[in-house]
T-cell receptor, first 116, second 112 residues
Framework: AQSVTQLDSQVPVFEEAPVELRCNYS??????LFWYVQYPNQGLQLLLK??????LVKGINGFEAEFNKSQTSFHLRKPSVHISDTAEYFCAVSDIGNSGYSTLTFGKGTMLLVSP | DGGITQSPKYLFRKEGQNVTLSCEQN?????MYWYRQDPGQGLRLIYYSQIVNDFQKGDIAEGYSVSREKKESFPLTVTSAQKNPTAFYLC???????????FGEGSRLTVL
């Protein structure tokens, strides 16, 4: 079984500052990794995903994440945040190699609070 | 436009009543999922279905039931056996075996 740990429940940051949201996972097999964003009272939207290939993955809205297999991490970064980035961010993992459709295991989320 | 429609968006019910949440998708996805979201808890899997007329329990299936009679539809019933039904419920679907999900806008259930 997999598990996902998001180390920070809240990250406050000033506008135009850089930010890193941390995610660590645990799995006995190789995994696919995802970051989703959720605005208040809405569903989740995919930010980016790591399936294979380059360990640096670029997503929407200027976000990127780096897969580090040795540290079992998939931290999300943005060099300069905007007020509109205020939202909750979820890291998620699924196992590679399942027959049929996989299920995603989610972390508990990190609330990014951007202030002027 | 293709997408996932959940209804109602907000629902209030008295304790002891069964409630059914609707989820419809026109993405032609085979697999559909129900997640429950509580503050600070992330998303937890309730049920999922990979094909019509078949579904599997997730991590927190007790007190819930589902059906999958059509590819497009995957309704969730919150029964009176669910001890803490007040939550935000999210429906999702996928056509990919990587686990990548497309989500609906959610339904917020409040039990009074």
């Amino acid at each position: 079984a997999q598990s996902v740990t998001q180390l920070d429940s809240q990250v406050p940051v000033f506008e135009e500052a850089p930010v890193e949201l941390r995610c660590n996972y645990s799995s006995s097999v190789s995994v696919y990794l995802f970051w989703y964003v959720q605005y208040p009272n809405q569903g989740l939207q995919l930010l980016l995903k790591y399936l294979s290939g380059s360990t640096l993955v670029k997503g929407i809205n200027g976000f990127e994440a780096e897969f580090n297999k040795s540290q079992t991490s998939f931290h999300l970064r943005k060099p300069s945040v905007h007020i509109s980035d205020t939202a909750e961010y979820f890291c998620a993992v699924s196992d590679i190699g399942n027959s049929g459709y996989s299920t995603l295991t989610f972390g508990k989320g990190t609330m990014l609070l951007v202030s002027p | 436009d293709g997408g996932i429609t959940q209804s109602p968006k907000y629902l209030f019910r008295k304790e002891g009543q069964n409630v059914t949440l609707s989820c419809e998708q026109n993405l032609n996805h085979d697999a559909m999922y129900w997640y429950r979201q509580d503050p600070g808890q992330g998303l937890r899997l309730i049920y999922y279905s990979q094909i019509v007329n078949d579904f599997q329990k997730g991590d927190i299936a007790e007190g819930y039931s589902v059906s999958r009679e059509k590819k497009e539809s995957f309704p969730l019933t919150v029964t009176s056996a669910q001890k803490n039904p007040t939550a935000f419920y999210l429906c999702a679907s996928t056509i990919s075996n990587t686990g990548e999900l497309f989500f609906g806008e959610g339904s917020r259930l409040t039990v009074l």
